[in-house]
């Protein structure tokens, strides 16, 4: 007897458990977005995961050309076996080759000639995830649009921006070190 296929579910980018909600909107090819990522998990060590829930959220940019593509990668990667880990793994594969999924100034270069699946591919090949099956699951779309309008909803424009118990936090930049988030997030 066949079985019926499992119901598609994407696992929430959210780490922590902590009663202090730290949300991080964050475009995977930005350079500022990048910095930010990168230090999510120092952020989470040094706050206390009993103290602080970190949520990540997918701020898809026009002007990074490949933001849509990329950005459904990242939420394709949240359906697979590890879930929000998978994803991490490609964000953080993202950001570490970000030239390769990046335009130069935002209109012109190497990724002109670069098709959709050219950059699943090669995101495929940095972050060893499997990525073209779950990238082509219809029912991605309400993930990718719920991202969208959450940001939306709450006056999110640019990224990276940063909201801390569900209120934009203007002082908190991409350049602050680990130390001054915690003192901004507790402060």
Same mark, same amino acid.
């Given at each position: 007897?066949?079985?019926?296929?499992?119901?598609?579910?994407?696992?929430?980018?959210?780490?922590?458990?902590?009663?202090?909600?730290?949300?991080?909107?964050?475009?995977?090819?930005?350079?500022? =977005?990048?910095?930010?990522?990168?230090?999510?998990?120092?952020?989470?060590?040094?706050?206390?995961?009993?103290?602080?829930?970190?949520?990540?959220?997918?701020? =898809?940019?026009?002007?990074?050309?490949?933001?849509?593509?990329?950005?459904?990668?990242?939420?394709?990667? =949240?359906?697979?076996?590890?879930?929000?880990?998978?994803?991490?793994?490609?964000?953080?594969?993202?950001?570490?080759?970000?030239?390769?999924?990046?335009?130069?100034?935002?209109?012109?270069?190497?990724?002109?000639?670069?098709?959709?699946?050219?950059?699943?591919?090669?995101?495929?090949?940095?972050?060893?995830?499997?990525?073209?099956?779950?990238?082509?699951?219809?029912?991605?779309?309400?993930?990718?649009?719920?991202?969208?309008?959450?940001?939306?909803?709450?006056?999110?424009?640019? =990224?990276?921006?940063?909201?801390?118990?569900?209120?934009?936090?203007?002082?908190?930049?991409?350049?602050?070190?680990?130390?001054?988030?915690?003192?901004?997030?507790?402060?």
């Amino acid at each position: 007897m066949p079985q019926s296929p499992s119901p598609f579910h994407a696992d929430p980018l959210v780490w922590g458990q902590g009663p202090t909600v730290f949300e991080a909107f964050l475009e995977p090819t930005c350079p500022f =977005s990048v910095r930010a990522f990168n230090k999510l998990d120092d952020l989470l060590q040094q706050a206390g995961s009993d103290k602080l829930t970190i949520k990540i959220r997918m701020q =898809s940019q026009p002007w990074h050309l490949f933001s849509g593509i990329i950005v459904r990668c990242i939420l394709a990667a =949240s359906t697979l076996e590890g879930g929000r880990e998978t994803a991490k793994k490609v964000m953080a594969a993202v950001g570490a080759h970000r030239e390769e999924f990046e335009f130069v100034s935002h209109c012109a270069g190497p990724n002109m000639d670069a098709t959709p699946n050219d950059i699943i591919a090669r995101l495929e090949t940095y972050s060893g995830v499997a990525l073209a099956r779950a990238f082509a699951v219809p029912e991605l779309q309400a993930v990718i649009k719920w991202h969208c309008k959450y940001s939306r909803q709450n006056g999110i424009h640019v =990224s990276p921006t940063f909201m801390v118990d569900g209120l934009i936090a203007p002082a908190i930049s991409s350049g602050d070190s680990v130390e001054d988030w915690i003192g901004k997030i507790f402060g």
